[in-house]
Nanobody
């Protein structure tokens, strides 16, 4: 079973930056799409950004131009560089991955989440 372990969250002032990392480990054939979602208190989980195995990216409108998603496929790791952070970016950020296992099964996997808090 694949595990996703996130790191890099924390407390930052508005206008600051943080870099989130998410590393996949376990037995699998390939990691396909990877992405980041976030969930603020009292709100539904929402997409932040995704990246395909080929490097194509999609961003939620409010983070375009401020956040950058990237991946190191050799390390099975996805990153989220967050700049010009705003208080409304405060949320628990979750990493996700679409995984191909050796038995051809495909499954989505979630990380445990990392808290990002932006103070005004």
């Amino acid at each position: 079973q694949v595990q996703l372990v996130e790191s890099g969250g924390g407390l930052v002032q508005a206008g600051g930056s943080l870099r989130l990392s998410c590393a996949a480990s376990g037995g699998f054939f390939r990691i396909n799409d990877m992405g980041w979602y976030r969930q603020a208190p009292g709100k539904q989980r929402e997409l932040v950004a995704t990246i395909t195995i080929g490097g194509s990216t999609i961003y939620e409108d409010s983070v375009k131009g401020r956040f950058t998603i990237s991946r190191d496929s050799a390390k099975n790791t996805v990153y989220l560089e967050m700049n010009s952070l705003k208080p409304e970016d405060t949320a628990v950020y979750y990493c996700c991955a679409n995984v191909n296992y050796y038995n051809n099964r495909v499954s989505g996997v979630w990380g445990q989440g990392t808290q990002v808090t932006v103070s005004s």
